[in-house]
């Protein structure tokens, strides 16, 4: 076990954890601060990828900006105790297994794939980490329409969020 | 030093996305439910940052950053949706808000 090893199942556990408290908390609140706990240790998990410029944004857009606003509103609504509402029959005994083999179809689809066979032969795997000087230069010649773009959506979003959670008169 | 082989990534992030579908389902709490679709999308950005690793592009984590900005985008127009249902229906459970539902 080297320390890469460690880091990913150190993370992938958190994640994980994180993941299933979402799931069973009761409080928002709770289900919030476990998603930052999911979102800080992909972060993690991006460093070790070699992409370090993802998980500097990761970090302040996802688990700053984004679960700051979340938590926010949360507090704004006072939302409480989630109601327990009667689940039908079937999703009560069927939901968790299925939940489980959907998650496990999904990898074993991902791994049995062509491109995912090919990553088990080993394809790809330096150790090197993209520099963000690549990224930026990417980012700005090859991808400049689409970030161009996502300048006006982001205009757009302010717009919309503004109009619908302004007061009526 | 060894590396953490990529499949291994795919792996989490496919048990990940399947959490999320689950917590999208089982929850009954607007916000929750919201916060189960970022928790997909991060699933899916992992799977990303993945296969940009395997095959040695850049192309890919392009790609997570602009989900990244449309998941921004998204959540502040959705919590302002969320905002405005609370303020016309008192309630955040998905149950109570059955307007639209024969």
């Given at each position: 076990m080297t320390l890469p090893f460690i880091m990913f199942f150190v993370c992938a556990a958190l994640a994980v954890i994180g993941a299933l408290t979402l799931i069973l908390a009761r409080e928002p609140i709770h289900s919030a601060l476990a998603l930052v706990l999911v979102m800080v240790s992909l972060a993690v998990l991006y460093l070790l990828l070699g992409a370090e410029f993802i998980a500097a944004v990761q970090i302040i857009v996802?688990?700053?900006?984004i679960m700051v606003l979340f938590v926010f509103v949360i507090m704004l609504l006072n939302a409480g105790v989630e109601e327990r509402t009667d689940y039908s029959k079937l999703a009560k005994f069927a939901g968790l297994p299925l939940g489980i083999f959907l998650s496990l179809a999904l990898a074993y689809w991902m791994l049995e794939s062509f491109i995912g066979k090919q990553i088990a032969n080993g394809l790809g795997g330096t150790n090197a980490s993209v520099s963000t000087r690549e990224l930026s230069a990417q980012l700005f010649q090859k991808y400049l329409f689409p970030f161009e773009a996502t300048s006006i959506l982001i205009l757009i979003a302010i717009l919309g969020a503004l109009v619908l959670a302004k007061k009526d008169e | 030093m060894s590396i953490v082989p990529i499949s291994y990534y795919l792996v989490l992030s496919a048990v990940l996305f399947g959490l999320g579908i689950v917590a999208f389902v089982v929850k009954r709490n607007i916000i929750t439910i919201f916060m189960a679709i970022e928790l997909m999308l991060n699933a899916v950005n992992l799977a990303f940052v993945a296969f940009a690793r395997a095959h040695n592009q850049l192309d890919g984590l392009v790609f997570v950053f602009f989900v990244i900005v449309v998941a921004a985008a998204e959540s502040a127009v959705g919590l302002a949706i969320i905002i405005t249902v609370y303020q016309n229906r008192?309630?955040?459970n998905l149950e109570r808000i059955n307007l639209l539902k024969f």
């Open positions: 996802y688990a700053g900006a | 008192q309630t955040l």
